[in-house]
């Protein structure tokens, strides 16, 4: 069946840095267009990147711009999202969301706490 599991969520200081893993299985991944969503506590769902299926091009939104990286690794069935200099802003439920065509799949979220 169809699972997306993902690790390294966690509490860390203001400046500091994580990364998210999103391991996939059950389905074709090098076909997915691979997204990292969030919600902060008590707000919507935010789109945070994207990356398409070869990797070759990677998207952001402008509040994570310059400061997040996303990749994947096909060979793995993994994407990464690297998060550099977060702030208490940042603070939210991270979800990765695999697309193709009308297909879309989930992770159960990792929750990623800025704080001092």
């Known amino acids: 069946q169809v699972q997306l599991v993902q690790s390294g969520g966690g509490l860390v200081q203001p400046g500091g840095s994580l990364r998210l893993s999103c391991e996939a299985s059950g389905f074709i991944f090098k076909y997915y267009y691979m997204n990292w969503v969030r919600q902060a506590p008590g707000k919507g769902l935010e789109w945070v990147s994207s990356i398409y299926n070869d990797g070759g091009m990677a998207y952001y939104a402008d509040s994570v711009k310059g400061r997040f990286t996303i990749s994947r690794d096909n060979a793995k069935n993994t994407v990464y999202l690297q998060m550099n200099n977060l702030k208490p802003e940042d603070t939210a439920v991270y979800y990765c969301?695999?697309?193709?065509?009308?297909?879309?799949?989930w992770g159960p979220g990792t929750q990623v706490t800025v704080s001092s």
């Open positions: 969301n695999a697309v193709r065509g009308p297909a879309s799949y």
